[in-house]
């Protein structure tokens, strides 16, 4: 189980890094996310301006955070998506996945 509060304001600094301090995000990751390496990990998010969270959900017995996000490319253009982010579990979690729904 993971704490509500701890994975909540860790999807918002997530979030907030992918565009702002990519290299401090790509430390919040780990598994497949982390072994991809910091390339492949820039590259996701390449074209992006920024991602400003909405609306967070949160199943602290799954350890995963769903969230409604505003992004906005380095084009001006905006869109609207959901993205889920799953933790590990412990003091120190990491984002072990992203999906776009």
């Given amino acids: 189980m993971s704490d509500p509060k701890v994975i909540g304001d860790r999807t918002e600094l997530f979030y907030r890094y992918v565009t702002s301090n990519p290299d401090a995000a790509y430390q919040m990751t780990t598994g497949d996310m982390y072994l991809q ?3 492949a990990f820039r590259a996701r998010y390449s074209g992006i301006r920024s991602v400003q969270v909405r609306r967070i959900g949160i199943d602290p017995n799954q350890g995963t ?3 409604e996000v505003q992004v906005t490319k380095t084009d001006g253009s905006t869109f609207t998506e ?3 982010l799953r933790f590990t579990s412990g003091g120190d979690p ?3 996945s992203e999906i776009t729904h």
């Fill in 65 to 67: 955070t769903v969230s």
């Fill in 37 to 39: 390496g910091k390339d």
């Fill in 94 to 96: 990491k984002i072990s």
């Fill in 82 to 84: 959901v993205r889920q």
